[in-house]
């Protein structure tokens, strides 16, 4: 899904999002969840979610991400706006209501479950770290790099629904005024009951 966006501008944003085959620098020829945009709003936020089962209903549970996935967006680098790699934002997060992009009555998508604003995480999405690869700024090569982000254990809990699901949200938020693609590869949850 998309947010923070006005509804009807998604050929303006160049908004699209699918398993596709991942860039070949990423060494694999598995699929990944790509995600993409251009960030005319100075605030698109773009996610995937899914809903799991089989947690103990209405349980608290200290929640760690893992999250892997594909950035050709070079470290220190000044953009429009913001820099491309170290102003768009990777956010994780669990939430027993599903994320969904709702008309806020004032011509703007917004989310429905609070993922805080750019740098900055809310109750239901934390921030887990940025967008920016290893290369320096202006390196030759600006092929996709795989990356891995890792929360902090006890950094985030969330309380399941009556049936013990929980969906799961996986996101960027950016300050970055251009397009983004990012290619996720792998999410890993680890889920501990809080006593």
């Not at 934002?89 to 209501?97: E, Q, S």
Request: proline share 4%; hydrophobic share 30%.
């Amino acid at each position: 899904g998309f947010a923070d966006y006005p509804p009807g501008d998604e050929t303006f944003y160049e908004l699209s999002s699918g398993l596709e085959t991942l860039p070949t620098s990423l060494g694999t020829k598995r699929k990944g969840f790509k995600l993409s945009g251009n960030n005319h709003s100075d605030d698109l936020y773009m996610f995937v979610t899914k809903q799991v089962d089989g947690l103990e209903p209405n349980t608290r549970y200290d929640l760690r991400f893992k999250v892997t996935f594909g950035t050709n967006a070079q470290n220190n680098c000044m953009g429009i706006g913001g820099s491309p790699g170290n102003s768009v934002w990777i956010k994780v997060g669990a939430t027993k209501t599903e994320p969904k992009a709702v008309n806020d009555g004032a011509g703007f998508l917004l989310l429905n479950v609070d993922k805080g604003n750019q740098a900055t995480g809310g109750t239901d999405v934390i921030l887990a770290g940025d967008f920016a690869n290893t290369r320096e700024c202006g390196s030759a090569d600006v092929s996709y790099m795989k990356k891995s982000l890792i929360t902090e254990k006890g950094a985030y809990t969330s309380i399941t629904d009556d049936k013990g699901n929980l969906w799961i949200v996986l996101s960027t938020d950016s300050g970055f005024e251009g397009p983004t693609t990012i290619y996720f590869m792998e999410l890993e949850v680890a889920a501990t009951k809080k006593l």
